[in-house]
DNA sequence: TATTGTTATACTCTATAACTATA
DNA sequence: TATAGTTATAGAGTATAACAATA
């Protein structure tokens, strides 16, 4: 199971998605985060994705530099920073989602209705992801 | 279509099947290009996973230290080295797709039949593609 | 003293450019 | 002079460690 990440074309398919709205898999990873818990504090980011507290940082710096989230001050705790996304940061979000639901090549293999098929069984796969079903929800 | 690739579940299934064997997704890939066409020139292998001449020599570096490959003089032209696995190197990169074919975690939200169907979908995918067919069988 | 976020630094994987040897 | 392979260098993406501000 899942040898197909390695032939190349899965790779391939997800960084051109991503590479199309000028991101790379990490920002939209992060944007799905962030959709489906806006306000969170950037230490929650880091535990939900299990990375390093200073990606995050690196991350939400970039998605800020291209206007697509922006950092608040807490409420209570002014050493806490919550992130949200901007609207160009939903509608390049939404975007770079419909370019990864396009079948990629290597799925002429399969009749269309075969398409159909996997398309469902990797949905539900999703539908049982926190991130992924809020982000596409 | 293939969100899948962005929950982590994924690259981190990838990566530790092969990591389990001390290695990185490009020396797997590798390794299955060199069981399908074993002999090949190096030039030839650059070719036909669509990178760089430098990284080819770096990833047979790799796997020569590892006893996992080696290169060979060709017959009529001495400017060639050809490339081909050890007994060791198949038995990696056996064990390497044994744990890759493991249903991951993920693969929890789809009853048993659908995992069926689900690796039927994937196969069928990957013996449409020269590589992934040549090292799945 | 513990925690949040940042900065500085380093590591992994891959690509580009300059080079050597052979054809 | 063209081609096969190597070496040296650089880049993207991510992690680790030391740090500043606040609790």
């Not at 991503?18 to 489906?36: E, F, N, S, Y």
């Not at 994705?49 to 991350?59: E, G, L, P, Q, R």
């Not at 609207?87 to 002429?108: H, I, K, Q, W």
Request: glycine share 8%.
């Amino acid at each position: 199971m899942f040898e197909l990440l390695l032939s190349g074309e899965a790779q391939g398919h997800l960084h051109r998605a991503c590479g199309t709205v000028g991101l790379h898999p990490g920002h939209v990873k992060a944007l799905m985060q962030i959709k489906r818990e806006p306000g969170l504090p950037m230490r929650a980011l880091a535990d939900r994705w299990a990375c390093d507290a200073s990606y995050v940082t690196t991350i939400v710096d970039e998605l800020e530099e291209r206007g697509l989230a922006t950092r608040h001050p807490h409420a209570s705790d002014r050493r806490i920073k919550t992130v949200a996304l901007t609207a160009n940061g939903v509608r390049t979000l939404d975007r770079a989602l419909e370019l990864l639901y396009e079948p990629p090549s290597s799925f002429g293999a399969l009749t269309a209705a075969e398409q159909r098929e996997l398309r469902d069984l990797l949905r539900k796969i999703a539908a049982a992801d926190p991130v992924l079903d809020a982000a596409t929800g």
